[in-house]
């Protein structure tokens, strides 16, 4: 079983959508979790982190980690077509040689 | 501008040959990494550094070999190429100290033939 199970997706939404995407994990020592865009031919950039549980928002993205649950989630508000990209969660308990990243979810967002 | 640069973005190269995938960055980052990335499967770490005269094997068994002489550069090579090397890789950076940031460069598209 991986450590960090992402669906693959792909996703498609039309604009203006809210997006909403997962990820589950079993080693309940992560303590810091991220989300990554990856553009097409592109590396990841990352694009919110959380600390431990909780939420945090910037702009019209929300990340949202459940430990409880060992679930977190990225929500992104009003859709774009620039949204277009795969989204790769990531997990590390304390040191990035030990981060784990999800296989990524292909994000389609039509005009 | 502060960043990171891979070259080549893409590589074909005939089995048995050595090949050298370069990564520089210019933001004066401690810690480099070399990651590989297959189409829909995660990133695995294949090595990293903590600073000059640093290398350490990441949780992917790779036949690739790093050097850290200077801080801004971060090589990695294969000394035989084979089909099974053909991947994507990427290299990344982070400030000591910081866990949640990592700064990817473009990536590698390596075809072994």
């Known amino acids: 079983q991986k450590e960090v199970e992402q669906d693959p997706g792909p996703l498609s939404v039309p604009e203006g959508a809210i997006v909403s995407l997962n990820c589950t994990y079993s080693?309940?020592?992560?303590?810091?979790f991220m989300w990554y865009r990856q553009y097409s031919r592109k590396g990841p950039e990352l694009l919110m982190y959380?600390?431990?549980?909780g939420n945090k928002e910037d702009g019209r993205f929300t990340a949202q980690v459940d430990k409880s649950s060992k679930y977190i989630s990225l929500f992104i508000r009003d859709s774009q077509p620039s949204d277009s990209a795969t989204y790769l969660c990531?997990?590390?308990?304390?040191?990035?040689?030990?981060?784990?990243f999800g296989a990524g979810t292909r994000l389609t967002v039509k005009p | 501008e502060a960043d990171i640069y891979q070259t080549p973005r893409y590589l074909v190269i005939g089995t048995g040959k050595k090949i050298t995938l370069e990564c520089s960055q210019t933001?004066?980052?401690?810690?480099m990494y070399w990651y590989q990335q297959d189409p829909g499967m995660e990133l695995h770490l294949i090595h990293y550094?903590?600073?000059?005269?640093?290398?350490e094997k990441g949780d992917l068994s790779s036949e690739s070999t790093v050097s850290r002489i200077r801080t801004e550069h971060f090589p990695l090579t294969l000394e035989s190429a084979r089909p099974s090397h053909t991947s994507q890789y990427l290299c990344?950076?982070?400030?000591?100290?910081?866990?949640?940031?990592?700064?990817f460069g473009s990536g590698t598209q390596l075809s072994v033939l």
């Open positions: 990344a950076s982070s400030e000591r100290g910081t866990v949640e940031k990592l700064f």
């Open positions: 080693n309940s020592a992560f303590q810091y």
């Open positions: 959380t600390y431990s549980s």
């Open positions: 990531a997990m590390s308990p304390y040191n990035n040689n030990d981060m784990r």
């Open positions: 933001m004066g980052h401690d810690k």
């Open positions: 550094s903590y600073g000059v005269n640093s290398t």
